[in-house]
């Protein structure tokens, strides 16, 4: 369940808050002793303007750092000790299935978003993702969230993904120049950021289908300006995605 957000104290000279804190250092060596433990982050998080500055500045970095090294190391490897939509964005993207609400992004049955115990990221899946002129481009991308047996949906998949140096990406440009428009309503379910549809841009590739293990045509995808990837797709019965597995080594 997520944290509601409370209101915070913004540390006016006369804040009892502010008074008696611990030291960062202190805080850094507690929640290390925790593993960063998210829920504990983002339940401090609501203390104060104090306590939600440290959680975005050091806390969640920590937590990414922790759940995927690898990853974090190589989108950082650019020269950036930052990443595009800020470490408490990632480190949801890292351990949050969005879901959809009702008369959300995607045509699809109501379906709650909730946290994921554990999710393998890739950049070789990633590569799937990106059709011929983009693949230059580096796009983390997770394995599907299954939640079989939607009624008319069928089984349905949720996948998210995060790009490297998306400023600068292949991708962006081409969305650019293809004058794709932003999502009227709908944002980003892990920075608030504007959103484009892949689908409308005529940007998702067969292999994305191969690579989920969807029927074809059945993948919808927006791409937020921080680069932030979320989808979903009807996905094959095993025994049909299997077939499909063999076809893309061939």
Known sequence: MLVPKQYRCTHSASCICIKGHLSEDAIYLVFRHLNWNPRLIALMSCVCKWFDEIAKRI??????RSRAPKMMLDLQSCGSHSVDGSWKALGKLLIYCSGCS????????????????????SRTSGKSFLIPQCRTDDLYVSDPCE??????????????GVFKSFPISSVRK?????????HPTEVC????AKLWNMLQAKMIPRSACIRLGAYDDSIECFVCLNGHMVGTCTLLPLSDSEEASDLEQC
Do not use: A
């Not at 939640?147 to 998210?160: A, E, M, P, W």
């Not at 081409?174 to 932003?182: A, F, G, K, P, S």
């Open 189 to 192: 379910p892990y920075c608030k």
């Open 174 to 182: 081409m969305l650019i120049d293809r004058q794709v428009t932003l």
């Open 102 to 121: 009702h008369r959300g992004l995607f045509d699809v049955t109501r379906i709650p978003g909730h946290f994921v115990y554990r999710t393998r990221f």
């Open 59 to 64: 806390l969640w970095k920590e937590f990414c």
């Open 147 to 160: 939640h079989l047996d939607q009624g008319d949906d069928g089984d349905v998949g949720f996948f998210r």
